[in-house]
C-alpha cells in the first residue's frame, strides 16, 4: 500500500474501532480493576465530589461480605393497588456490585397482580418464573411499536431487551406468583410509564397530554389526580 492508502486504512480501521467502543459503551462501563466495592461512607456530605457510581472502598478491608446479600427467600409484600412488589439487590444493597454491570430482583404478584409496565433506562432483564404462571410482554420502539408478548410458566426464562417497555402479570387469580431477574447494570433505573406521564413533578401541561392521548383536557386533570 503507499503510504496514503495505508493512512486511509489506518483512519478507516480507527474510526470502526471506535464506533463498536462507543457500541459497547450502552451498557455499564468495564472494570478496570478486580472489584471496587462500594464505600457507602463516601457518600457522606462532606465529599462533594460526585461520581459516576460509588467510589471504592480499601481493598484492604474488603471482606466476603461485602460480595453477600440474603433476603430473596422472603417474599415481599404485595398489598399495594398494583399488587406487585420489585425486592432489588442492586449495588446499593450489594456494595461489591459496584462497577460490576449486573443485579438481581425478587418480584412478587398477588393473585392477578402486575407489574406495570416500565423501563429500565440502563439494562436488559432476563426473567424466570420460580412459582405460578406469568403473562409478560415488551414493546420495541418508534415507528413500529412491535408488541411481543407471551404467557410463561415455572422454569421459563423471557428476555426484555434494554429499554423496551415492557411488563408481567400474575394470570393467575388464586395464587401468588413469584419471579427472579437479573439486570444488565448495577443499577438500572426504572421508569414507570404512567407515572411518568400522569404522575411527574411538576406535572406535564394537561393539553399536552390532552392532545398526545387524545382525551379531553378534564379527563387528563382526573388522571393526573390519581397520582
Ligand atoms: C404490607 O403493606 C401494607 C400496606 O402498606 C401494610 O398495611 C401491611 O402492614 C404490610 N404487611 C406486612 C406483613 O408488612
Not at 481493598?59 to 460480595?67: H, I, K, L, Q, R
Not at 432489588?88 to 393473585?111: C, E, H, K
Request: hydrophobic share 40%.
Amino acid at each position: 500500500m503507499t503510504s496514503v492508502a495505508s493512512f486511509f486504512f489506518g483512519l478507516v480501521v480507527a474510526l470502526s474501532c471506535l464506533s463498536l467502543q462507543q457500541l459497547a459503551s450502552a451498557a455499564d462501563p468495564s472494570l478496570l480493576q478486580d472489584f471496587c466495592v462500594a464505600d457507602s461512607t463516601s457518600n457522606s456530605n462532606f465529599i462533594t465530589v460526585l461520581l459516576n457510581g460509588m467510589a471504592c472502598k480499601n481493598p484492604s478491608t474488603v471482606t466476603a461480605n461485602d460480595f453477600y446479600f440474603r433476603g430473596l427467600h422472603v417474599a415481599g409484600n404485595t398489598s399495594n393497588a398494583q399488587g406487585s412488589r420489585v425486592t432489588p439487590v442492586f449495588a446499593t444493597q450489594l456494595p461489591g456490585l459496584n462497577t460490576l454491570g449486573i443485579s438481581m430482583v425478587r418480584i412478587d404478584y398477588a393473585p392477578g397482580g402486575q407489574n406495570a409496565p416500565h423501563t429500565h433506562p440502563r439494562a436488559t432483564e432476563i426473567l424466570t418464573v420460580l412459582e405460578g404462571s406469568l403473562e409478560v410482554g415488551f414493546v420495541t420502539s418508534n415507528p413500529n411499536n412491535n408488541h411481543f408478548t407471551k404467557t410463561l410458566y415455572k422454569g421459563d426464562v423471557f428476555v426484555f431487551p434494554s429499554n423496551a417497555v415492557h411488563y408481567q402479570r400474575n394470570t393467575n387469580w388464586n395464587a401468588p406468583a413469584v419471579a427472579i431477574a437479573a439486570l444488565s447494570s448495577q443499577n438500572p433505573g426504572a421508569i414507570t410509564i404512567a407515572n411518568a406521564v400522569f404522575g411527574s413533578q411538576p406535572g406535564i401541561s394537561a393539553d399536552i397530554l390532552a392532545k398526545s392521548f387524545s382525551l379531553d383536557v378534564a379527563t387528563v386533570n382526573f388522571m393526573q389526580s390519581k397520582f
